[in-house]
């Protein structure tokens, strides 16, 4: 039921806020590969940013097939953590393989998803809930900024991939190719994934006509 208000397009009026959701516990999902040099840094911002929400969190981390000390310093992060679960998966599937067994073990109401290579702030994270919040169904973070990504090779084929799933999905985003994204639980639980089509939730999403938004990112 949960799947049947507000509008497809980004924008589009959310559904009335929900009372007193401070007890709805958040999961986390990020995927890894071959990211031993990132994985503690980024862990200690991501456990800094979700101490501060105040709500119940769990964090997931998928290990996609690495060949590094990945998975042995997620172990190790573990020891120390209860709200830190871990996937290891035995090949190296791809990011929506990983984004999928992250979600399908999430036991929250809210699950944000979102890149552990430290291209995402995980200080975000209260904006996208503040959304969630409002009554929007699904969130979808954009980059205001690609000042470091070349322009013939990087934006501009973003620009163009961005503009064609907006004309033919009438969801109105910037940017679909993003992972930090969040949902309500019933929205990407409803919604399959496979290949590489983590890029196209919003478009899959707006068949169930969801209310889908979206805001800056660092």
């Given at each position: 039921a949960g799947m049947e208000h507000g509008s497809a397009k980004a924008g589009a009026r959310p559904s009335p806020a929900r009372p007193d959701l401070s007890a709805e516990q958040v999961s986390i999902v990020v995927p890894f590969y071959n990211e031993d040099a990132l994985i503690e840094p980024f862990y200690t911002r991501l456990k800094e940013a979700v101490e501060r929400l105040g709500r119940p969190y769990e964090i997931i981390f998928v290990d996609d097939g690495s060949r590094d000390r990945t998975f042995e310093l997620m172990e190790r992060l573990k020891v120390d953590d209860p709200t830190l679960r871990l996937v290891k998966l035995r090949w190296n599937f791809g990011q929506t393989a990983a984004l999928t067994a992250g979600c399908e073990l999430a036991e929250g109401e809210v699950i944000v998803t979102m890149d552990g290579d430290l291209q995402h702030d995980p200080a975000d994270l209260p904006q996208f809930l503040a959304k969630i919040d409002e009554g929007w169904d699904l969130v979808s973070g954009y980059r205001s900024e690609r000042a470091g990504d070349p322009w013939l090779t990087r934006r501009l084929p973003?620009?163009?991939?961005?503009?064609?799933?907006?004309?033919?999905?009438?969801?109105?985003?910037?940017?679909?190719?993003?992972?930090?994204?969040?949902?309500?639980?019933?929205?990407?639980?409803?919604?399959?994934?496979?290949?590489?089509?983590?890029?196209?939730?919003?478009?899959?999403a707006s068949v169930y006509k969801i209310a889908i938004t979206e805001l800056p990112i660092k």
């Open positions: 973003s620009a163009v991939a961005n503009w064609l799933m907006a004309r033919f999905s009438g969801v109105k985003l910037r940017d679909f190719g993003t992972t930090f994204k969040a949902y309500r639980r019933d929205v990407i639980k409803n919604v399959p994934l496979y290949g590489d089509f983590h890029r196209f939730v919003p478009a899959l």
